[in-house]
């Protein structure tokens, strides 16, 4: 791969920055890894490496042992090839034909006005950057990039036995230099459907557009705790309670646009009579005011808009608008409960990530996280329970597992020993609350020992995605002392 001109090609550690800065060049969102994967694959046989695909699209690619370490058990890099696309509201960009645009803020690498992507794609770059090397010792070595990873863990799902010979698998998904993850959550997704039926109004009505704007929004696994606000809900909770001396005739929703992050914006077309424009718009007044209060500190910038809208379908039938505001309303959202085996780790939550409206229904997107499999059905138990009381329908689809902690994990412990030996002190050991690969890779792969680490990068799958540069150099550290640590086959 040729380095871009971006500035951050030239940071250090410069074999794994200048990947990173390719890998910004080249559109990579869910369901569109395709170019980038076709970029790789010719660049590995351009290097005479062993590369191949499976039917999922997942690459595989194989290093030859450094001599002399022919010996050692075979290691799995391990990371995915697509990013969360997520912009700000007025930058122009389209994430399946225009590149990332990375730059240096301070200590730090983010983007203008998109997701950085260095979720997972520096974790890629480390993978690529020590197949490049000729200067890192390490035993048998096998790269794994999985596709779709954001959207639905397709090449994780997709991924049969007898494709990896290594033993070890270093996943490079994790987002806090220091920590190593041996246990992550599972989940499955909800959707829950609401018939429209619809009635017409007379000339008498205005028409306008109400929404919530500029919320934070984040990771629905690693940001759920911090109590950031949902769009979708805070939507929900004005029209059901907050606008109820306005006539208000709801005609669609729409917000969010991930069931996997914590929605920063949400909308709403509402028609009202001419007579009560000056109640709405005091209604608003009072509500961003209400929110401005309780939520100021942490949501600085939180907004609620008022414009007009030239939507001129019919509104939803009286019944057909309670029972969707009332569910919406009800609906859970957040931590559900805190892990008592793992302190300060979330043990079950959900994220109302997505309200959208098409001709015939309004459908909310949901994803339910635990790290146990009764919390995960205890959820979906309420939302068919709140499906039944509203009378709608609830499905649930893509179901995957948690990653059980194993304390007698052999890599485990020489991760940490290399960590201390580098810094003079241990490094954390944790269990994320979110989904990693790792989970599915024990399907096929029963007796592969797992671990999870990487870079420090905050605010993933939203427009302030950054990753921290010297927690890079650190990151590339560690891999180098583990691969060359990585002991000797069993007899």
């Known amino acids: 791969m040729e380095s871009t001109v971006s500035e951050i090609s030239q940071l250090s550690p410069q074999p794994v920055w200048a990947f990173f800065d390719q890998i910004c060049a080249i559109p990579h969102p869910s369901y569109h890894e395709a170019q980038l994967a076709a970029f790789i694959v010719d660049w590995a046989k351009g290097r005479g490496l062993e590369v191949r695909q499976d039917p999922t699209g997942n690459i ?3 290093k030859p042992a450094t001599p002399g370490m022919e010996n050692r058990k075979g290691v799995v890099l391990q990371a995915h090839l ?11 960009h389209d994430f399946t034909t225009d590149p990332i645009r ?9 983007a203008d006005g998109t997701t950085l992507g260095a979720d997972n794609g520096i974790g890629m770059a480390s993978c690529l950057a020590v197949l490049a090397a000729d200067d890192i010792e390490h035993g048998p070595l096998e790269v794994l990039l999985t596709t779709n990873e954001e959207a639905g863990m397709d090449g994780a799902f997709g991924l049969e036995a007898g494709w990896l010979e290594g033993e070890v698998l270093l996943n490079t998904d994790s987002e806090q230099e220091g920590e190593i993850y041996m246990g992550c959550a599972g989940g499955v997704d909800a959707s829950m459907h609401f018939p429209v039926e619809r009635h017409p109004i007379g000339d008498n009505f205005a028409r306008f557009t109400v929404g919530i704007k500029g919320l934070k929004g984040g990771h629905s696994g690693v940001d ?15 029209l059901s309670h907050h ?7 709801l005609i669609a929703l729409r917000g969010g646009t991930l069931r996997n992050a914590i929605p920063r914006e949400a909308f709403a077309d509402i028609a009202v009579p001419v007579e009560q424009k000056d109640a709405l718009a005091a209604a608003i ?3 961003a005011q209400l929110l401005h209060d309780e939520l100021g500190r942490l949501e600085e910038n939180v ?9 001129q379908a019919d509104p939803l039938t009286r019944a057909v608008q309670s029972r969707l505001l009332a569910a919406l309303n009800a609906a859970p959202n957040g931590v559900i409960r805190m892990s008592d085996d793992v302190p300060g780790v979330v043990e079950t939550s959900l994220n109302l990530g997505v309200i959208q409206t098409d001709e015939h229904t309004i459908t909310g997107l949901f994803l339910i996280r635990s790290l146990i499999d009764s919390g995960r059905e205890m959820v979906q138990g309420m939302l068919r329970s709140l499906a039944g009381l509203a009378n709608v329908t609830v499905e649930f689809s893509g179901a995957y597992p948690g990653w059980k902690p194993d304390p007698d994990s052999e890599i485990m412990h020489i991760f940490r020993d290399t960590y201390e030996a580098i810094y003079q002190r241990k490094p954390d050991i944790m269990v994320i609350h979110a989904g990693l690969e790792c989970g599915l890779f024990k399907k096929p792969y029963p007796d592969m020992d797992m671990i999870s680490f990487g870079p420090t990068i905050k605010f993933p799958h939203s427009p302030d995605e950054k990753v921290n540069i010297e927690s890079v150099g650190h990151y590339w550290q560690q891999m180098r002392a583990i691969l060359k640590a990585i002991p000797e086959k069993h007899a």
């Open 60 to 62: 595989f690619i194989r």
């Open 82 to 92: 697509d990013m969360v696309p997520q912009k700000n509201e007025h930058t122009e």
């Open 102 to 110: 990375p730059y240096i803020d301070g200590e730090w690498v983010t």
């Open 224 to 238: 759920i705790h911090t109590g950031r606000a949902n769009a979708n809900k805070l939507l929900a909770r004005m």
């Open 243 to 249: 606008l109820s001396e306005v006539d208000v005739s």
């Open 285 to 287: 007044d009072n509500y």
């Open 303 to 311: 907004t609620v808009v008022l414009d007009a809208s030239d939507n």
